[in-house]
């Protein structure tokens, strides 16, 4: 029985780092006459939680899209949290070889050396500095991997939402998850417009006025396209391999 902003000011205290700070905010922004959604985004919610919360305003399914919003960032961090366990084993594993390669160069590879040396095997003091480089190759590749990541991730977020596609559906691994993504986005979104009335092709025209996502702005947009010449939506889902 509470609105909205009641129940805010009611939670706000218990999750809130700087209680005075964050009412405030919210007392600001509400006098403002700020969407909700965009008060959750300054009080530190990611914004792509928010893509559906924003596209509610447009029908009245908001209580739903609460509990929704709710439910997708439970599940996420349950999957971060699955992904940091089962990354772990490699992780460890990882430190501890290179840990052991490590020792192994800067105290038994001297005396290798003698022996070696002294024998005149010289292929096989070879194979074993060859060897023993390998920490340097693995520390290396690690932090080239890291750099490349984040600058791929800023770039991409200065392209354009068909260029964000292209890029993306391009890579195999990451090419599923989107398509499992955008499914299950745009499906609850145009359920909630069309539950409420609302044409499918002014759903579309919404989910592509939005600017929390760049990807679903562009889909819709295509979608929007396809339905608006007489294709039926069954169809023009399976026009581009944005689904699954």
Do not use: C
Not at 201 to 211: D, G, H, K, T, V
């Amino acid at each position: 029985g509470y609105t909205v902003v009641e129940a805010m000011k009611i939670v706000l205290p218990h999750y809130a780092t700087n209680k005075e700070k964050a009412e405030q905010l919210v007392d600001e922004q509400l006098a403002q006459g700020t969407p909700i959604h965009v008060i959750l985004q300054h009080l530190g919610i990611a914004p792509n939680h928010l893509l559906i919360m924003e596209l509610s305003s447009y029908h009245s399914s908001f209580e739903d899209v609460l509990q929704t919003t709710a439910q997708q960032i439970a599940r996420r961090i349950e999957l971060e949290r699955q992904t940091k366990k089962k990354m772990m084993y490699p992780i460890v594993l990882f430190i501890g070889l290179f840990s052991s390669l490590i020792v192994f160069r800067h105290y038994f590879l001297p005396n290798m050396i003698i022996l070696f040396s002294s024998r005149n095997e010289e292929q096989s003091l070879w194979t074993s500095s060859l060897f023993l480089r390998l920490p340097d190759v693995f520390l290396l590749l690690l932090i080239g991997s890291v750099i490349v990541t984040v600058l791929v991730r800023r770039w991409l977020k200065q392209q354009s939402g068909e260029q964000q596609v292209a890029f993306l559906y391009r890579l195999p691994l990451i090419r599923q998850y989107m398509q499992l993504y955008v499914t299950r986005e745009l499906s609850y979104i145009l359920s909630g417009f069309l539950k409420s009335g609302v044409s499918l092709q002014q759903a579309l025209s919404y989910s592509a006025q939005q600017n929390k996502s760049r990807i679903i702005s562009y889909i819709a947009e295509q979608l929007k396209a396809l339905v608006l010449s007489g294709m039926p939506l069954s169809e023009a889902v399976t026009a581009h391999a944005y689904f699954r």
